[in-house]
């Protein structure tokens, strides 16, 4: 290694025992790299978190340890030395405009974060639709900022609250002085090194901390989307995700076209609070051979709260689409986290009785939220599951049928098999 390398570490070692406030960005050069927007904006704004959104070191939480930084950074990359790009960083959760057709929904962005914003997107209209508050389908258009303030909370607690089994949660906010020291094998990244921990036994403490301490979430530069991953794997525990996933997946995200991706694992561990890298129901212990397996694969165990639906034309083209168990296909409320063509978006209905009665089944109504900026009203798809004649029109031409229908539609189809779609006028956008 260069002298003036280890010049530059101990330069750095130095800032970060003086507890300077503006500490050198080093890794900026490589967020220059992978967006070529970050080469318009300043370093405060790439990577450090402004001063009104850090809390006091004395607020009483308890500041990471260097075994447990290293830990949550494998957890997460793999290994110590990768950091959140850019796109990561920019993305927090934020409110479309209230009192409007979207007041439920979020801006999301088309980086990895997106998976995440979606899976919390769909306890928000939980939360709306089937909160203590009983509010109709009309009224999701006259959502105000306190109420969304509070299905965001709310929602991000109840992922935490899952990954702590139930027992407790874990809450990282960013302070302003730096707990630990970097060294050769460790790259800084300005947020990690300032976590403090906050952690509670009693969920309603926790919904109500994340409220007092929601612009840490929501405002611009505060990487809440990271903080709310941080807390995730705080919530679950380095130990238990090891234990949760299988060997071959040793972290919860992987490096696609340079960016950070959510593997299956971690949208898992959102939803249902393990971190299972499958999406079938239980543990298979045995291979298609029927011997049995060095170590069985862990799916989903129980049923979840908000639901899961997967389809991709390539995987369906190349015979590996996943077959989504119960657990995830049939939720207590009728709202579902869609992985369409490796997109995310959420498909809901109002009537919580779709899951219950299997006469309001027959014709019902879903509503669809893609994310995307350019869809301005939420699509009303009405499906059919009684009449079975999806595939006549398409039996009488020629071809597969799954290659002639929207994509989602053949999403809505692994619930519903079977069904007739219909767009209710609508130009089908999925």
């Given at each position: 290694?260069?002298?003036?390398?280890?010049?530059?570490?101990?330069?750095?070692?130095?800032?970060?025992?003086?507890n300077?406030?503006?500490?050198?960005?080093?890794?900026?050069?490589?967020?220059?790299?992978?967006?070529?927007?970050?080469?318009?904006?300043?370093?405060?704004?790439?990577?450090?978190?402004?001063?009104?959104?850090?809390?006091?070191?004395?607020?009483?939480?308890?500041?990471?340890?260097?075994?447990?930084?290293?830990?949550?950074?494998?957890?997460?990359?793999?290994?110590?030395?990768?950091?959140?790009?850019?796109?990561?960083?920019?993305?927090?959760?934020?409110?479309?405009?209230?009192?409007?057709?979207?007041?439920y929904?979020?801006?999301?962005?088309?980086?990895?974060?997106?998976?995440?914003?979606?899976?919390?997107?769909?306890?928000?209209?939980?939360?709306?639709?089937f909160?203590?508050?009983?509010?109709?389908?009309?009224?999701?258009?006259?959502?105000?900022?306190?109420?969304?303030?509070?299905?965001?909370?709310?929602?991000?607690a109840?992922?935490?609250?899952?990954?702590?089994?139930?027992?407790?949660?874990?809450?990282?906010?960013?302070?302003?002085?730096?707990?630990?020291?970097?060294?050769?094998?460790?790259?800084?990244?300005?947020?990690?090194?300032?976590?403090?921990?906050?952690?509670?036994?009693?969920k309603?403490?926790?919904?109500?901390?994340?409220?007092?301490?929601?612009?840490?979430f929501?405002?611009?530069?505060?990487?809440?989307?990271?903080?709310?991953?941080?807390?995730?794997?705080?919530?679950?525990?380095?130990?238990?995700?090891?234990?949760?996933l299988?060997?071959?997946?040793?972290?919860?995200?992987?490096?696609?076209?340079?960016?950070?991706?959510?593997?299956?694992?971690?949208?898992?561990?959102?939803?249902?609070?393990?971190?299972?890298?499958?999406?079938?129901?239980?543990?298979?212990?045995?291979?298609?051979?029927?011997?049995?397996?060095?170590?069985?694969?862990?799916?989903?165990?129980?049923?979840?709260?908000?639901?899961?639906?997967?389809?991709?034309?390539?995987?369906?083209?190349?015979?590996?689409?996943?077959?989504?168990?119960?657990?995830?296909?049939?939720?207590?409320?009728?709202?579902?986290?869609?992985?369409?063509?490796?997109s995310?978006?959420?498909?809901?209905?109002?009537?919580?009785?779709?899951?219950?009665?299997?006469?309001?089944?027959?014709?019902?109504?879903?509503?669809?939220?893609?994310?995307?900026?350019?869809?301005?009203?939420?699509?009303?798809?009405?499906?059919?599951?009684?009449?079975?004649?999806?595939?006549?029109?398409?039996?009488?031409?020629?071809?597969?049928p799954?290659?002639?229908?929207?994509?989602?539609?053949?999403?809505?189809?692994?619930?519903?098999?079977?069904?007739?779609?219909?767009?209710?006028?609508?130009?089908?956008?999925?």
């Amino acid at each position: 290694m260069t002298e003036s390398r280890l010049d530059y570490i101990a330069l750095l070692q130095q800032q970060v025992s003086k507890n300077t406030t503006k500490l050198l960005d080093v890794c900026a050069e490589e967020d220059h790299e992978e967006s070529a927007q970050s080469s318009r904006l300043t370093l405060p704004t790439l990577c450090s978190v402004p001063r009104n959104l850090t809390i006091s070191p004395g607020l009483g939480g308890a500041a990471l340890t260097p075994q447990l930084t290293e830990g949550v950074r494998r957890i997460l990359f793999g290994g110590t030395f990768h950091v959140f790009n850019y796109e990561w960083k920019k993305s927090v959760f934020r409110f479309r405009e209230t009192h409007s057709e979207f007041s439920y929904a979020l801006h999301t962005d088309r980086c990895g974060a997106r998976a995440v914003q979606m899976a919390v997107q769909a306890r928000i209209i939980k939360h709306l639709l089937f909160g203590s508050d009983g509010r109709t389908l009309h009224s999701l258009t006259q959502v105000g900022q306190r109420d969304q303030e509070k299905a965001l909370a709310a929602a991000l607690a109840d992922s935490l609250w899952l990954a702590g089994d139930d027992v407790s949660a874990t809450v990282t906010l960013v302070t302003e002085d730096y707990c630990i020291t970097p060294h050769l094998d460790y790259k800084l990244d300005h947020v990690t090194e300032r976590l403090q921990l906050f952690t509670f036994t009693q969920k309603e403490d926790v919904t109500r901390f994340i409220l007092e301490h929601i612009q840490c979430f929501t405002e611009e530069g505060s990487h809440g989307v990271i903080l709310f991953i941080y807390s995730l794997v705080c919530s679950r525990s380095v130990h238990r995700l090891r234990e949760d996933l299988d060997c071959p997946t040793s972290h919860l995200l992987y490096r696609s076209l340079g960016n950070f991706v959510c593997r299956q694992a971690l949208v898992n561990l959102l939803l249902t609070g393990r971190a299972s890298p499958h999406v079938f129901n239980g543990t298979v212990c045995c291979g298609d051979d029927g011997r049995a397996l060095e170590r069985p694969l862990q799916g989903v165990m129980t049923r979840c709260d908000v639901g899961y639906l997967h389809w991709s034309r390539e995987e369906m083209d190349a015979r590996r689409l996943p077959q989504v168990g119960s657990m995830l296909k049939t939720p207590l409320f009728p709202v579902w986290l869609c992985c369409i063509n490796r997109s995310f978006s959420v498909a809901f209905s109002p009537t919580r009785s779709l899951l219950s009665d299997w006469k309001v089944e027959h014709l019902f109504t879903l509503l669809y939220y893609g994310g995307q900026h350019a869809q301005s009203s939420s699509a009303r798809i009405t499906v059919d599951t009684h009449s079975h004649h999806w595939e006549a029109p398409v039996r009488q031409t020629d071809g597969d049928p799954e290659k002639h229908f929207p994509s989602l539609d053949m999403t809505i189809r692994t619930k519903w098999a079977g069904a007739a779609i219909s767009w209710n006028g609508t130009t089908p956008f999925y």
